[in-house]
């Protein structure tokens, strides 16, 4: 077979227009090494493939999908993930819109807190002094009835 007959057929391959005859005849030429031409050397590895009849066994056997199954670890993750989505956008569509308006700052007078004179302040201090005091005395009163009631606990636990 010429070289042009074949450049032809092999246009026709690629363009899905060849017969089987047409075909055969492309296998047939490049499987005798010595007849091809230099320059239709990138197709040699192709039809000589197909020659062999690898093409057959690898290329038309059905492809049946895998039947992966997934675990019930994958789809209760998957599940929660979903359920933390949904929670996480409805929380944030149902939450109030905060307003773009600036916070207003006030200011605190603290002049209504100061002593008018030194005797108020005086009167003041003592106040806040007598009232820690008591606290602390009642805090003391409490110490000593807890400190009894262990004793009496303990006196009662001891065996002769």
Do not use: C
Not at 116 to 127: C, F
């Amino acid at each position: 077979m010429k070289k042009e007959e074949v450049l032809i057929l092999i246009h026709k391959y690629f363009e899905a227009e060849t017969s089987l005859d047409d075909e055969r005849r492309l296998k047939g030429y490049f499987s005798r090494r010595e007849e091809t031409a230099p320059e239709l050397e990138p197709y040699a590895d192709l039809f000589r493939y197909l020659h062999n009849g690898q093409a057959d066994t690898t290329l038309l056997q059905p492809m049946i999908p895998s039947q992966r199954r997934i675990s019930w670890q994958a789809q209760t993750a998957a599940a929660a993930i979903l359920a933390l989505l949904i929670a996480i956008a409805s929380w944030s569509y149902f939450l109030p819109k905060a307003k773009n308006q600036p916070a207003t700052l006030t200011r605190i007078d603290w002049t209504k807190y100061e002593a008018a004179s030194a005797e108020t302040a005086y009167q003041v201090t003592r106040e806040a002094l007598i009232r820690v005091a008591q606290v602390v005395d009642q805090s003391e009163q409490n110490a000593q009835i807890a400190a009894e009631r262990i004793r009496n606990a303990t006196e009662m636990l001891e065996f002769d």
